[in-house]
């Protein structure tokens, strides 16, 4: 009588945190990837390399950083999501400017949040396949659509109060977002870029040696089940 052994799959997986399958595609590529993730306040993008012991962190930014550049406005928008793309570029080394996209779980809808962040790493330096169709609008990225929307409530003092109750607190002018945006992308390009006057390079290791680094991870953490 043939008994079937019940495997229990790994805990993120469980908790639906993780896409193995997904995530195994993306190792075999060879190249680091380009993780982006978000909360209700922010933005995270990092770049990220592989190793069989762990994933390796090559540079990290969110869009809480932001606040200190002098953006005033809420840091989980399109413009933010751009310029904290455009902040990770700035801080990631010349032998690691290629990447490819990793949203994790999220759904890659064109012209998202999302890819604004993707937006911002390609303006930054970073070598990153993604269709041109997938990027956000120039208007969109630089929130004019913002300033036009705060001109037209302008005349409903109680909605406009409402709808900009955060830029109010933070004393900004939401009709002056597209020059605070500028102001701030600027700030972030007058930073040395880690790869100034150098190629990218594009880092990658045999497949079959990439797949024995997975395979033996994943028997590693099936001995500790």
């Given at each position: 009588?043939?008994?079937?052994?019940?495997?229990?799959?790994?805990?993120?997986?469980?908790?639906?945190?993780?896409?193995?399958?997904?995530?195994?595609?993306?190792?075999m590529?060879?190249?680091?990837?380009?993780?982006?993730?978000?909360?209700?306040?922010?933005?995270t993008?990092?770049?990220?390399?592989?190793?069989?012991?762990?994933?390796?962190?090559?540079?990290?930014?969110?869009?809480?950083?932001?606040?200190?550049?002098?953006?005033?406005?809420?840091?989980?928008?399109?413009?933010?999501?751009?310029?904290?793309?455009?902040?990770?570029?700035?801080?990631?080394?010349?032998?690691?400017?290629?990447?490819?996209?990793?949203?994790?779980?999220?759904?890659?809808?064109?012209?998202?949040?999302?890819?604004?962040?993707?937006k911002?790493?390609?303006?930054?330096?970073?070598?990153?396949?993604?269709?041109?169709?997938?990027?956000?609008?120039?208007?969109?990225?630089?929130?004019?659509?913002?300033?036009?929307?705060?001109?037209?409530?302008?005349?409903?003092?109680?909605?406009?109060?409402?709808?900009?109750?955060?830029?109010?607190?933070?004393?900004?002018?939401?009709?002056?977002?597209?020059?605070?945006?500028?102001?701030?992308?600027?700030?972030?390009?007058?930073?040395?870029?880690?790869?100034?006057?150098?190629?990218?390079?594009?880092?990658?290791?045999?497949?079959?040696?990439?797949?024995?680094?997975?395979?033996?991870?994943?028997?590693?953490?099936?001995?500790?089940?």
């Amino acid at each position: 009588m043939n008994q079937k052994t019940y495997t229990v799959p790994y805990r993120r997986k469980r908790d639906g945190k993780t896409n193995y399958k997904k995530r195994r595609a993306l190792l075999m590529s060879g190249a680091n990837r380009l993780v982006i993730r978000r909360s209700l306040k922010y933005f995270t993008a990092q770049v990220v390399g592989y190793a069989p012991g762990g994933d390796k962190i090559v540079a990290s930014a969110t869009s809480k950083e932001l606040r200190a550049l002098g953006w005033p406005f809420n840091t989980a928008n399109t413009s933010a999501a751009y310029l904290t793309g455009l902040l990770l570029s700035m801080k990631v080394p010349a032998d690691n400017r290629h990447a490819i996209v990793d949203l994790g779980l999220y759904a890659p809808l064109s012209k998202s949040r999302l890819f604004a962040v993707v937006k911002g790493c390609i303006d930054g330096g970073l070598s990153v396949p993604c269709s041109p169709d997938a990027l956000p609008a120039a208007d969109r990225i630089s929130g004019s659509h913002i300033a036009s929307y705060a001109k037209q409530l302008k005349a409903s003092k109680d909605v406009y109060q409402k709808q900009f109750s955060s830029s109010i607190k933070q004393q900004a002018d939401p009709e002056q977002i597209t020059k605070i945006f500028e102001s701030v992308k600027a700030a972030i390009q007058k930073a040395t870029p880690a790869a100034a006057g150098k190629p990218a390079q594009k880092r990658q290791e045999p497949a079959q040696k990439r797949l024995d680094g997975v395979n033996s991870v994943k028997k590693q953490q099936g001995a500790r089940s």
